[in-house]
């Protein structure tokens, strides 16, 4: 009942995972993401252990095709679930259970993963594949909510859509953007509207706040306002 893409960003090693689904609040259970870890997508019946253990086992040094051997091994539920994974490096491992509703299936590439299930056909991972692959040009959040589009405009859900997320993670234990379209009639489309808002001010904003290089951050408004206004003009 959903599909979904796992990317690592050739340019920064950023990952990300961009999700849509005829259900209410994908966000909240299919995407999980460590900084310096890895990336987990847990679809079809939701198992959310497979992505707070799926990450703890990247973290062990276990690669991804033993996290989804020691994960689907544990869980008499696995045939009914889907899961795919990037590890920090780019490798990938994925696992689609025998009785997941058709069409369900999945696609690895260059730096990408695309699973899903419950859709109207092969085509839907195809075309989210061959977008994301099609524009390396694009900054990272706006080629995965590409690749999602064309992925419903080539059939989607095969129920219909409800809701979608787009979460990316740097180097920080905390994202870099969470974006959660929870429920509404064209989730990607708003998914794709809310990335826009925060290229407004949070894109800016956040390179101020307290991080790994630099603890404190800065607390001087006035620089900082300095700082969005200088940024907004150089993106103009």
Known sequence: MTWSIIARDH???????????????????????????????????TNSFYGVNGLALLGDGLSPDEVVTRLIAEDAGRDHRQLHMMD????IAAHTGA????????????GFSVAGNMLTGAR?????ATTYADNRSLPFARRLIAAMRAGEAAGGDKRGKQSAALLIHGVEQWSDLDLRVDDHVD????????????????EHFRRFLPGRADPIGVTDRAVIDAGIAASLANDS
Do not use: M, Y
């Open 11 to 45: 340019d920064t090693g950023r990952l990300a995972v961009a999700v849509a689904t005829k259900f209410f609040a994908v966000g909240a259970r299919v995407p999980f993401i460590a900084a310096g870890v890895g990336a987990i997508a847990t679809q079809a019946l």
């Open 88 to 91: 920090a490096s780019g490798r």
């Open 99 to 110: 009785v997941c509703v058709d069409w369900c299936g999945h696609l690895a590439g260059d």
């Open 124 to 128: 839907v991972i195809e075309a989210t």
């Open 187 to 202: 989730p990607l489309a708003e998914l794709e509207r809310l990335e826009r808002v925060s290229r407004e001010r949070w």
